[in-house]
């Protein structure tokens, strides 16, 4: 079925409230698509869930069945309507902007009320990011970074021909589904996505701590940490993650008695501590978030529980954070914290 049509059938005035032919059009929809979508779908798609989410935030939770199993193929690589849509130009920037609202609107899921929701939301976000290799991200930011470049380029007739030519030769370059996955990528890095993705993994973390570990959260944080790792390959994305503030609530999952320091997600929080206190993009962010004695007592608790491990792995962990601790204080503010 057509998204417009699936569009038009949800917002027209006269079928509105037609919610068992809703329920119909959308699970046709997931069905025809379970393999996946095609490209060229993604700026309907974005406003076909930006609408539902804003039903099931009215209480309409009867949408919420509808908005899971349209979201659900994009877990599955993105098809090509046609071949033509990545050569011509201006296709091809329409395709790009879809793909950006996409993301967002797919993003905003995240921080839904509704766990059923946020979940499989984030189990989609975790196979978006798990298609990439993180040399597709960092492609990304090199191509943010050329546009201011090309600005000037363009102003003269000399400059387009030579954008123009470089770009067809790129372009017969790759194959079809490896421009698609370099647009994905510069979608994730242009958009909101890791913003909000931060921002969902704090908020989990937050949840648990005020209700309690249940299966469904703990899910939920481990696939956003697992698609935070991917995206933070980005420069951009990872400057956007420091500003989400999650140092110190990462540091603070860690030190959580009950919080499996050795496991997968573990060391995952580990290495995004790292990345974090190392990488230029975030540094400055971190060290404004760092000057905390909440940071610091957080440091200190983790590697008490680290301090009387045995195992080769907990002692590498052990020593990671005290190279952590490390970095920390080479900020005067904060070693003057520690030593307090």
């Not at 046609?82 to 797919?106: F, H, I, K, P």
């Not at 990304?140 to 201011?148: S, W």
């Not at 030519?165 to 790129?170: F, L, M």
């Not at 994905?184 to 890095?189: G, K």
Request: net charge negative; proline share 2%; charged share 20%.
């Amino acid at each position: 079925m057509d998204l417009e049509k699936v569009l038009a059938l949800l917002t027209n005035k006269h079928s509105a409230d037609l919610l068992e032919r809703h329920h119909h059009a959308l699970l046709k929809v997931a069905k025809r698509n379970q393999r996946g979508y095609i490209i060229e779908d993604a700026a309907s798609l974005a406003l076909i869930i930006h609408h539902l989410s804003d039903r099931v935030l009215n209480d309409q939770s009867d949408y919420i069945k509808g908005l899971c199993a349209i979201i659900s193929p994009l877990a599955k690589p993105f098809g090509l309507g046609s071949e033509s849509s990545l050569s011509a130009g201006r296709t091809a920037v329409a395709l790009q902007s879809g793909m950006v609202a996409l993301m967002d609107a797919l993003a905003e899921l995240l921080n839904s009320p509704v766990l059923e929701l946020a979940v499989r939301a984030a189990s989609v976000c975790e196979a978006i990011t798990g298609q990439l290799p993180s040399s597709r991200l960092v492609e990304a930011d090199i191509q943010g970074d050329t546009v201011a470049m090309t600005a000037s380029l363009r102003s003269s007739t000399d400059g387009k021909r030579l954008i123009n030519a470089a770009a067809s030769q790129a372009a017969n370059q790759q194959t079809p589904q490896a421009r698609i996955a370099a647009m994905m990528a510069r979608a994730l890095v242009a958009s909101g996505f890791a913003t909000r993705l931060a921002t969902a993994w704090r908020l989990a973390c937050e949840s648990n701590d005020t209700n309690g570990e249940d299966q469904g959260g703990a899910m939920l944080r481990v696939q956003l940490l697992s698609a935070l790792a991917v995206v933070t390959a980005s420069s951009t994305a990872l400057e956007a993650v420091a500003r989400a503030e999650v140092f110190e609530p990462l540091l603070e999952q860690l030190a959580v008695s009950t919080f499996d320091v050795t496991g997968y997600e573990g060391n995952m929080v580990i290495d995004l501590l790292f990345l974090l206190a190392t990488h230029p993009a975030a540094e400055g962010e971190v060290q404004r978030q760092a000057c905390s004695k909440a940071v610091v007592l957080n440091l200190a608790a983790v590697l008490r529980r680290l301090l009387p491990a045995t195992g080769v792995v907990s002692k590498q962990l052990r020593n990671d954070v005290l190279m952590l601790g490390a970095i920390l204080a080479n900020d005067d503010q904060i070693r003057a914290l520690m030593v307090v």
